[in-house]
């Protein structure tokens, strides 16, 4: 599965940005979808997933409430919603698609075997 994140950018703090994750090569509906994140000298940090089929969606506690996570199968795209930026939010996001994702490792980076080249998001404060 080769990944492509997209849709970041440099904005206020309390405002808004939609990433995309835009599969090719295969089908995603097939595949749980997970973002991630890594904050400058820390470690890659998991931020929400969702389900082949979208019925199911977690999120971590940083961003629940402000973030929603969607997807488009027939658009081979996943989404995350990022409302109420705030300065902390700053960060390399990446998506990761994973066929064997479960609920015990969903916030596990092995668990996840293919992995997009992460769009910068920096919240200004």
């Known amino acids: 599965v080769q990944l492509q994140a997209s849709g970041g950018g440099l904005v206020q703090t309390g405002g808004s940005l939609r990433l995309s994750c835009a599969a090719s090569?295969?089908?995603?509906?097939?595949?749980?979808v997970g973002w991630f994140r890594r904050i400058s000298g820390k470690e890659r940090e998991w931020v929400s997933c969702?389900?082949?089929?979208?019925?199911?969606?977690a999120y971590a506690d940083s961003v629940k409430g402000r973030f929603t996570i969607s997807r488009d199968n027939a658009k081979n795209t996943v989404y995350l919603q990022m409302n109420t930026l705030k300065p902390e939010d700053t960060a390399v996001y990446y998506c990761a698609a994973s066929r064997s994702v479960i609920l015990s490792n969903i916030g596990a980076v092995g668990a996840y075997n293919s992995w997009g080249q992460g769009t910068l998001v920096t919240v200004s404060s």
């Open positions: 969702i389900s082949g089929s979208g019925s199911r969606k």
């Open positions: 090569g295969v089908t995603l509906a097939g595949y749980a």
